[in-house]
């Protein structure tokens, strides 16, 4: 047993220091970024924030959406769809259980595709980075893989094939991996010892999880975020999947015993539930959430003095705050 001494990080836990900027408008901050990719030869260009791939928010109405902008869903593995495959705005997302000769690509034009699982520690799932990577289905792909939230697992991720890692375990609104387990690492730490280990190797990372408010999103992409998942900002809007019932939707993790009833049919007596059911309240068009999400990052672009977002990360000083005052003030 050890006990490591570094204070680690949340959201919450900083806030971004203003500084002089030469930016005359916040409309003058570029959101859109040019990514190339370690391993794939595709390239994207984008706002990179991404729907995350649950059931409620990883659906097709969603992507119809977002890729306006343009961004990222990555769809629930549990749609039933052929769609996904006519935009390149549209991340196809697979687990361990995936049959890699029996994936189809209809187009081109879909680079992406996501190996998503809840813990990425395993000697099992690394293999399978490299067996994607190495396959004749898969090898010409963006590939994202995850969870992890250290920067050794980062590294041994990129260098097995992956072109993008998805860092978080524990920080979603309905995620109880912590309290369940006890594992876990505060978020915005995370994502920049992650970020670090990733970028020393060509590779990218994705912030999965733990932004509760646009300012979260710029504190992730400032921590050195490639991309920001989000699953709780974007939940109970009408392109999300369930019904509108008193207002609100039924929102949940997709390790819940509700996810697990659903989708294979019973809770394993050996599996803990490591998510909950809530209900949020019903927001309407996801569209008036984006362009709430997209002014933020943009004012945020302008107070820390970052003309780009890409820029955010050499422009961004995090100052420690009184967290409990915070929360009184927020």
């Not at 961004?71 to 769809?81: D, G, I």
């Not at 690509?105 to 699982?117: E, M, N």
């Not at 992890?148 to 094939?161: D, F, K, N, S, Y």
């Not at 369930?242 to 015993?257: A, K, L, P, R």
């Amino acid at each position: 047993m050890r006990i490591e001494e570094d204070v680690k990080l949340d959201f919450g836990d900083v806030l971004i220091r203003p500084k002089r900027s030469t930016l005359v408008s916040r409309k003058n901050a570029v959101l859109e970024r040019t990514f190339k990719f370690k391993h794939s030869n595709d390239t994207w260009t984008g706002i990179p924030i991404v729907a995350s791939n649950m059931d409620h928010t990883g659906t097709i109405a969603m992507a119809h959406v977002l890729m306006e902008y343009p961004m990222l869903t990555a769809l629930c593995k549990f749609v039933q769809s052929t769609e996904w495959g006519w935009n390149k705005n549209i991340i196809r997302t697979i687990g361990l259980e995936e049959n890699l000769d029996n994936l189809t690509y209809d187009s081109p034009t879909a680079p992406w595709i996501c190996l998503d699982i809840a813990n990425g520690y395993t000697e099992r799932f690394c293999d399978f980075v490299e067996k994607m990577r190495n396959h004749e289905a898969t090898k010409d792909k963006i590939i994202i893989a995850g969870n992890v939230c250290t920067p050794e697992a980062t590294e041994q991720i990129v260098l097995a094939g992956a072109d993008i890692v998805k860092i978080g375990i524990g920080p979603g609104s309905v995620c109880t991996t912590r309290k369940m387990t006890g594992v876990g690492y505060p978020q915005l730490s995370a994502v920049i010892e992650c970020g670090d280990a990733a970028h020393g190797l060509g590779g990218h990372v994705m912030s999965d999880g733990g932004c509760t408010v646009p300012g979260d999103i710029a504190k992730a992409f400032g921590a050195g975020a490639d991309f920001v998942m989000l699953g709780g900002m974007l939940a109970g809007h009408k392109e999300c999947e369930g019904e509108v019932e008193n207002d609100t939707m039924t929102f949940y993790g997709m390790s819940s015993e509700e996810a697990q009833i659903k989708y294979y049919g019973e809770k394993e007596s050996y599996k803990a539930s490591e998510g909950k059911k809530v209900q949020v309240p019903y927001r309407g068009n996801v569209a008036d959430t984006m362009e709430e999400i997209l002014g933020g990052l943009r004012s945020s672009c302008t107070y820390a003095g970052a003309r780009t977002l890409k820029a955010l990360p050499k422009c961004a000083t995090f100052v420690k705050v009184n967290r409990q005052l915070n929360e009184v003030f927020s």
